[in-house]
């Protein structure tokens, strides 16, 4: 399989790594847009996140380990935004189901 994040999942592709479980890896974005700006993936292949809808246990655990994250840094107090690209429309760049956390600014709305 020739994807960007499944090659970060291997090891293939270095990254700057702040969360890894069984399930769910985090790393920093190449391009943050924030102070805080991460990337979490599952590390099973889907490509975006209506076909992880069908995996219950990986979604959970892909909420939970943004909660542990944003805790850890105190963004769950200070705020944070939580975006998931799905499909060509909405710039979803790499097709493996990634969901940004951007924090640590004050953030603007609408985002786009």
């Known amino acids: 399989m ?5 090659k970060i999942v ?11 479980d069984d399930l769910i890896l ?4 190449i391009s943050p847009v924030a102070p805080f700006h991460t990337l979490f993936i599952t590390k099973a292949h889907y ?6 809808s069908h995996q219950p246990e990986e979604l959970a655990a ?20 939580v975006v998931s690209n799905t499909g060509l429309r909405a710039q979803q760049s790499v097709n493996h189901v990634h969901i940004h956390v951007i ?10």
């Open 103 to 112: 924090g640590g600014r004050d953030l603007q709305w609408p985002p786009g």
């Open 62 to 81: 892909l909420f939970a380990a943004i909660r542990k994250y944003t805790l850890h840094e105190g963004l769950a107090d200070d705020g944070f935004r």
């Open 10 to 20: 291997a090891g293939e592709i270095p990254s700057k790594i702040v969360y890894e």
């Open 47 to 52: 490509a975006n996140i209506n076909e992880l």
């Open 2 to 6: 020739d994807c960007l994040f499944c």
């Open 26 to 29: 985090g790393f920093q974005d």
